[in-house]
């Protein structure tokens, strides 16, 4: 069959384009690496790969005693794969998650097949649970692995069609599942999940479920339901959990957030009326949520957690979206002081 132009040019070329800015030329390299499975797989030949083994990523520890993300290069893997008995063909599994600010375009691959322990000799790293290893990288390292691990994830739970049960194939980049039997396309999914750090002019509400760290609260958050907007999905949140009505609602930002699976956190600011503020908390929902002012806040901001001793209030981590709601309000507030 004949392949379309665009294709036959793009599989040409194997780097991204000088023409425009670099940040334009590499999001279209990715975008066409997605769409062309030879321009793909000569990516990946000269293309850096993060390793994976059950899903836990590979890090390294630098001198400093900081952690990185292990970056392998094609060959590398492929000799780690022959010095542990496999034939390499397991490479065809990597998952393009991106590309480097060198241009280097950048893959996942998972080798849960093999023993963890053997692979760690030979690649010079630990594989450490996403739980941690979030934690322990950079914040600006930390989404790149959290990019990887979920759609690892999602190759391994949509192998097969959920409409005509026959096994779907990935295309090279792995972007896409395709079921010939259905003719079904699958892309990779995350959950909508609004979060509102809500105020009511001078405090913050935060609250805890039963399962977090003792100590710890947080901004309110929810899955947002099929069919709501962002805004509906917040106001509906807010009031099942402690029975108030915001209004006001502001955005923020938003970020990747992959646990337990992929969510999509949509962050917001949100107002009540200061006549309204008395709290009704759903305990099937959360175990507590209170009103805290600027001063606790930020005394809680400046607290080092340490193991097995808590403090009185505990705040979410500098990689989740809640942690930046919390330092823009707080930010805000002292500003507002100031101008008072
Ligand atoms: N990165 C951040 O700063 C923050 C992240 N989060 C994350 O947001 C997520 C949602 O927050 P929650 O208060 O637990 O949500 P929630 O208040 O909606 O309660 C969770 C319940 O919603 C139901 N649910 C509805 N749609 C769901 C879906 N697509 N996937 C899973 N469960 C669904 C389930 O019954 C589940 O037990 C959590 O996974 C949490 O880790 C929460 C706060 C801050
Ligand atoms: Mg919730």
Known sequence: MLRPLRLLLSGLQTQPSRCCSSFVSRMRYVNRLKEDDEACTAALKDGSIFLFHRLSPLLRCTDVGTFSPATLTCSDVQSVLQRLGSDGSSLKEAVLI?????????????????DQAAVEEASQGTFIDLRKAFFLLPAAEAPLVSKGQALLRWHQSTRFCGASGQPTQRNRAGSQRFCRSSSTVYYPKMSAVAVALVSDGKRC?????PSFPRGLYSALAGFCDMGETLEEALCREVAEEVGLEIQSISYSSSQHWPFPHSSFMLGCHALVSPAHTQLCVDCSELEDARWFTVDEITRALQVKPRRGDPPILWLPPKHALANRLIREWVEQQWQSKGGA
């Open 205 to 209: 509400l935060l609250g805890r479920q």
């Open 98 to 114: 991106g590309c480097s600010e060198q241009n280097q375009a950048q893959f996942c691959l998972d080798v849960g097949e093999l």
